[in-house]
């Protein structure tokens, strides 16, 4: 098993950045492939983006293609999401999860293992 511990969330202006961390416990964190997930409020839970176990693929959603970056340090048990030109739709709890068996998924159900989730807000 992994537990996920998400943090740097915030309140931050448009145009602004945040760098959010997630750290797993462990010492199989390497063999996981990572997502980042998030909800706004009153809406479905939504793909963010994705590395592979070893971070040479990266998948990302249209909507933060270009301005959102995943990396991850295995060796630091730590994914992060580096998040540039934020806008106010990009206001929702950013959740980190764990895949035992895909990488790059978009699907909620194929992670195992997910955190508890980081509040992000974007003014205008």
């Known amino acids: 098993q992994v537990q996920l511990v998400e943090s740097g969330g915030g309140l931050v202006q448009a145009g602004g950045s945040l760098r959010l961390s997630c750290a797993a416990s462990g010492r199989t964190f390497s063999s996981y492939a990572m997502g980042w997930f998030r909800q706004a409020p009153g809406a479905e839970r939504k793909f963010v983006t994705a590395i592979s176990r070893s971070g040479g693929s990266t998948y990302y959603a249209d909507s933060v293609k270009g301005r959102f970056t995943i990396s991850r340090d295995n060796a630091k048990n730590t994914v992060y999401l580096q998040m540039n030109s934020l806008k106010p739709e990009d206001t929702a709890v950013y959740y980190c999860?764990?895949?035992?068996?895909?990488?790059?998924?978009?699907?909620?159900?194929?992670?195992?293992?997910w955190g508890q989730g980081t509040q992000v807000t974007v003014s205008s």
């Open positions: 999860a764990a895949s035992v068996r895909y990488s790059g998924s978009y699907y909620e159900r194929d992670y195992d293992y």
